[in-house]
């Protein structure tokens, strides 16, 4: 039962693999992926994407100046500050639960849909502060009505993940996430320039 237009959209591709997994007699393994953040732990890649919009990209972009502030969608949440609540999963760990899952069906595995992430939630105030901290800088947040379609929660129900795929995160931390994707950023800024 997806809450959002998004969530709806990827229930769609899970349906469509599914079909053809019983029509072709294919097996896989559907990873439900969380808010990925964080960039390769040696610098080598991470998200480059310009006017992104995933939290923690904008974030760092903000501590770092390239915006001028970050607005927060939405402080009348049901939740302890009031903003919504995610879970964030480091990138590195997703690949790793993208090699458990060939080497689940290389060995035999049976067709899988699992949820990849930590299993707890920061509020958004929570992931800026993160920021702030890691990088040793304050900068400005503005309040701003709600996104249509944001839910209030999002938190992985993980234990399927890591029975079946026997996946170890090694960057479960949010702090570490920070660090890594302000590296990369970093990096990209002196790239620029």
């Keep these: 039962m997806p809450t959002s237009p998004y969530g709806s959209s990827k229930l769609m591709s899970e349906t469509m693999l599914r079909d053809a997994g019983i029509a072709h007699g294919l097996r896989h393994v559907i990873l439900r992926y969380f808010n990925v953040a964080g960039a390769d732990p ?31 969608f939405g402080a009348d949440y049901p939740t302890p500050d009031g903003t919504c609540i ?8 997703l690949v790793g639960a993208h090699s458990d899952a060939l080497a689940y069906l290389r060995d035999g595995g049976t067709s899988a849909t699992l949820n990849c992430g930590y299993g707890r939630g920061f509020s958004v105030l929570d992931a800026i502060d993160t920021v702030k ?3 040793g800088v304050d900068f400005k947040v503005e309040l701003a ?24 995160p090694r960057f479960d931390d949010l702090q570490t996430i920070v660090a890594h994707a302000l590296a990369w950023e970093r990096k990209l800024s002196k790239r620029a320039s």
């Design 145 to 168: 009505p709600r996104r249509a379609g944001d839910p209030t929660q999002i938190v992985a129900a993980c234990d399927r993940v890591r029975s079946t795929l026997e996946w170890r």
């Design 86 to 93: 995610r879970d964030y999963i480091h990138v590195s760990d």
């Design 42 to 72: 040696l610098g080598r890649t991470g998200q480059s994407t310009k006017a992104a919009t995933h939290l923690i990209k904008v974030a760092v972009e903000t501590a770092l100046g390239r915006r001028p502030k970050i607005d927060v």
């Design 133 to 135: 901290c890691v990088a």
